[in-house]
């Protein structure tokens, strides 16, 4: 074939143009084929954490859900079905806010103590043989922020659930942006010189029949670290990426602690329904100038029909708090080990499968030599002005939007 694009030589050649295009379509599969598989690993190790911490959240908002029912049934009895209804909606907004939605913590607490009022005032500061109505409900329900029935223990728990469901939060959405990033990488764009390069180094010895010599290790660090170029942009921010979720995991403790904080929420509730116990006389009065005499309506209340069916997740609270944290300490410890895999994609290709050994005769994309004597270049955009193999020009946007979303989460 005289018109070869690439796998052109001095030496007879077995090529016609058609195979040059079909080596040049397998050049490409192949590295495709080569990154996809280098990821695999650090792919299944974010995505597989990212479904176990999000089911164990799940787990966890469910207990701490039964645990604040099951105290309205123990020791509430009387309101504990129209607690529970507001016990519901309070751990629905619970985890709408750890799996990503847009909602305030401390709109969600407030809200929760707001509708909470009104139950706790009928069957606890005022009870009568019949409820209030539902008008007189919702003048309690507006009261509760000026007339603060339950002390400071919203505030105490505005606080609390901030800090704890926050890092869980942030912690989920780095984790899934883990999964995003490497996708991203799995399936780049490759420049026409890059394919070029990729086609001279596999497939053009095979034109001359050199079907066993492999490419020299200097050659093909310059060519795939051509062809990477933009991806080792990636290197710093992932490192970064990495350091930033280990930090957030170990802050994750004490206080912060998400476990702690939602299983523990049962006993806060109780703490404010005490407190208003305690000072019923006192708020009966602030009430009576806010909202009038209660005005009643005859309903008697239905007695608790929550299912406190809960063994299997009694087993789980004891194991969790352990559970959690060192699964969190051993994923980051093996997710430390591929710190460095932007860094080092190139050397680990070459190294592991697709360069010759050394000493051993090899291709350097024109004949086989002993060894490669052209200058090898570094990893990144700007090592690859003096490649001699590939020619880079500027920046990827896909790699660029991938780079804006790792520093931001970093931020974050």
């Given at each position: 074939?005289?018109?070869?694009?690439?796998?052109?030589?001095?030496?007879?050649t077995?090529?016609?143009?058609?195979?040059?295009?079909?080596?040049?379509?397998?050049?490409?599969?192949?590295?495709?084929?080569?990154l996809?598989?280098?990821?695999?690993?650090?792919?299944?190790?974010?995505?597989r954490?990212?479904?176990?911490?999000?089911?164990?959240?799940?787990?966890?908002?469910?207990?701490?859900?039964?645990?604040?029912?099951?105290?309205?049934?123990?020791?509430?009895?009387?309101?504990?079905v129209?607690?529970?209804?507001?016990?519901?909606?309070?751990f629905?907004?619970?985890?709408?806010?750890?799996?990503?939605?847009?909602?305030?913590?401390?709109e969600?607490?407030?809200?929760f103590?707001?509708?909470?009022?009104?139950?706790?005032?009928?069957?606890?500061?005022?009870?009568?043989?019949?409820?209030?109505?539902?008008?007189?409900a919702?003048?309690?329900?507006?009261a509760?922020?000026?007339?603060?029935?339950?002390?400071?223990?919203p505030?105490?728990?505005?606080?609390q659930?901030?800090?704890?469901?926050?890092?869980?939060?942030?912690?989920?959405?780095?984790?899934?942006?883990?999964?995003?990033?490497i996708?991203t990488?799995?399936?780049?764009?490759?420049?026409?010189?890059?394919s070029?390069?990729?086609?001279?180094?596999?497939y053009?010895?095979?034109?001359?029949?050199?079907?066993?010599s492999?490419?020299?290790?200097g050659?093909?660090?310059?060519?795939?670290?051509?062809?990477?170029?933009n991806?080792?942009?990636?290197?710093?921010?992932?490192?970064?990426?990495?350091?930033?979720?280990?930090?957030?995991?170990?802050?994750?403790?004490?206080t912060?602690?998400?476990?702690?904080?939602?299983?523990?929420?049962?006993s806060?509730?109780?703490?404010?329904?005490?407190?208003?116990?305690?000072?019923?006389?006192?708020?009966?009065?602030?009430?009576?100038?806010?909202?009038?005499?209660?005005?009643?309506?005859?309903?008697?209340?239905?007695?608790?029909?929550?299912?406190?069916?809960?063994?299997?997740?009694?087993?789980?609270?004891?194991?969790?708090?352990?559970?959690?944290?060192?699964r969190?300490?051993?994923?980051?410890?093996?997710?430390?080990?591929?710190?460095?895999?932007?860094?080092?994609?190139?050397?680990?290709?070459?190294?592991?499968?697709?360069?010759?050994?050394?000493?051993?005769?090899?291709?350097?994309?024109?004949?086989?030599?002993?060894?490669?004597?052209?200058?090898?270049?570094?990893?990144?955009?700007?090592?690859?002005?003096?490649?001699?193999?590939?020619?880079?020009?500027?920046?990827?946007?896909?790699?660029?939007?991938?780079?804006?979303k790792?520093?931001?989460?970093?931020?974050?």
């Open positions: 074939g005289v018109d070869l694009q690439v796998c052109t030589s001095k030496n007879p077995c090529c016609t143009k058609k195979m040059e295009e079909r080596y040049q379509t397998a050049a490409k599969q192949d590295i495709q084929q080569v996809q598989t280098s990821s695999t690993a650090l792919k299944f190790l974010i995505s954490n990212a479904a176990a911490f999000q089911e164990t959240f799940e787990m966890l908002i469910r207990l701490a859900e039964n645990y604040t029912n099951t105290l309205f049934c123990s020791t509430y009895r009387n309101m504990a129209e607690a529970t209804t507001r016990v519901q909606e309070f629905t907004d619970v985890g709408l806010f750890i799996f990503g939605t847009d909602v305030s913590t401390e969600f607490v407030n809200r103590f707001d509708t909470l009022f009104p139950v706790v005032y009928n069957h606890v500061i005022n009870p009568g043989l019949t409820d209030i109505s539902l008008e007189y919702e003048c309690l329900r507006m509760r922020r000026d007339i603060r029935p339950f002390g400071n223990i505030k105490k728990a505005i606080g659930m901030e800090r704890s469901l926050l890092p869980s939060r942030t912690f989920l959405q780095a984790l899934n942006l883990g999964i995003e990033v996708n990488t799995d399936h780049l764009h490759f420049s026409k010189d890059c070029r390069a990729l086609l001279r180094m596999q053009c010895p095979y034109c001359q029949g050199l079907t066993l492999k490419p020299c290790m050659y093909c660090l310059n060519v795939i670290r051509g062809c990477l170029a991806m080792a942009e990636v290197d710093l921010h992932w490192q970064g990426y990495i350091q930033s979720l280990e930090d957030l995991s170990s802050a994750m403790r004490g912060h602690d998400i476990e702690h904080v939602l299983l523990n929420f049962h806060l509730v109780n703490d404010a329904l005490v407190q208003a116990r305690i000072n019923g006389p006192e708020l009966s009065e602030q009430v009576n100038k806010v909202c009038g005499p209660p005005l009643r309506k005859p309903t008697p209340s239905p007695g608790c029909s929550f299912d406190q069916n809960i063994q299997g997740l009694k087993v789980f609270s004891r194991n969790s708090e352990e559970t959690l944290a060192n969190r300490k051993e994923f980051i410890s093996h997710l430390r080990l591929h710190r460095a895999f932007y860094g080092g994609l190139a050397d680990q290709l070459c190294g592991n499968e697709l360069a010759a050994a050394d000493g051993l005769p090899c291709w350097n994309g024109e004949d086989v030599v002993r060894s490669y004597t052209h200058r090898v270049v570094g990893s990144g955009i700007k090592a690859q002005s003096a490649n001699p193999e590939v020619k880079v020009k500027g920046t990827d946007p896909v790699i660029n939007q991938i780079i804006d790792l520093k931001h989460i970093i931020q974050v």
